[in-house]
């Protein structure tokens, strides 16, 4: 087993396939080594006949079957179909509240895109046990993404020792220093993760996207290719490269890897629209990007990055009744702080004020601290002299901003979230590395 690990870690698959199977020769139970299997590309159908052949004597063993299809669909990025499986098996069989099954699940929904059930099965997951490596990483990708800092902080656990971190756990610290914007830190540890594991996805991505924002974008280049050459069919390495592209004005690069991601990921909503997103910086491909992000919509008309890209196309266009309507429908199907505060600023735009500062009220009451919903209220107010200003002048003069809608890469973060700065494990860890 622990050779076939290493072989595999190093990219020699044929050699870690004949480990795991002299492995499943011996120990027909080894999940594990079925599971490396299935992720090395083995078919289902062989696996399972490896696996069956040696339970049979076990007894009742009726949910090993759906458990080895669930798998198989997950590597073979079948993700919904891996989800299906994976709940009926947590719904029906004796794998209720089964960690490792609820990490599948949590994985196969965050890399389908589903990030808010992904973070729901995962934080279940933990809650079942609070010392989990696998999923941590994920885990706090999508606290860093939701701004949820407290939550973040809690995954460390202060009894573990530095020397006995992972991979993971150093992921996880450098999620939450990334989050509270101490980028050249959280890159330090970002490289100790790599360390211990060159090819692990999850820290190549994190290392990129910091490397991003401290605008080295030929380093975080290089990052973002390497979690590409690993795990090709993974969305984030695509939009790592995208936007380290424009970032240094490389627009037709940018669109080469953007069209690549629809080839490599399939014509999926997030593709298509990571295609258009390039598509909208060219005057001359707008109605190109228009015809994608409307086909983006017929597969999933929920899809929020979508929406935003395209409402703000109508706006660009003078389309005002267009955009109107679609955010209208949208806030019908699932309200949000975003989609509220824009649909505000629209029907500002068209001289329905009273409709404009109900749904500023609204986007204000689902996150007090929107900038661009206070912004809009004080506009109305000041032309129109209906509300109160003491109050909103006060808050939206704090801080001011440009008031062109977020791309993309702010569209599933609903505001900002007050920011904790608690460092008591920090420090301690701090003396540790030190010491060492």
Known sequence: MALAKLYQQGGMERSAITSYKEVLRECPLALEAAEGLLSLGVKGIEVNALVLEGASSFGNMDWLNSWIKAHFHLHNREYGQAISTFRQLDERSSLRDNLNLLVAMGESYYYSGDHKNALIVLQRARALDPHMQRGLDILAALLAKERKHKELEKLISPSITVSEYGPETWITMAYFLYATKKNSKAAYFAQKA???????????ILKGAILLDLKKFQDAVVHFREAMQVSPHRYEPHRGLVDCYIAMHRLREALNIAS????????????????????????????????????????DEMYLPAVYLLAEMYEQEMALESAVTLLEKQVELQPTCKLHQMLGDLLARVHEEDKALDHYCTALNLDPNNRRALEGMHRIDHSSSKLDTSYFLTVGEEEGGDTTYERIADSENEGEADESETEAVWSDMDLELNSQ
Do not use: H, W
């Open 260 to 299: 690549n991601a629809c080839k490599q990921l399939g014509q999926n909503p997030r593709a298509l629209t990571l295609y258009a997103s390039v598509l909208m910086k060219d005057p001359l491909t707008v109605c190109k990007a228009k015809s994608i992000l409307e086909k983006a919509l017929a597969q």
């Open 194 to 204: 790599c360390f211990l594991s060159p090819r692990n996805v999850e820290a190549l």
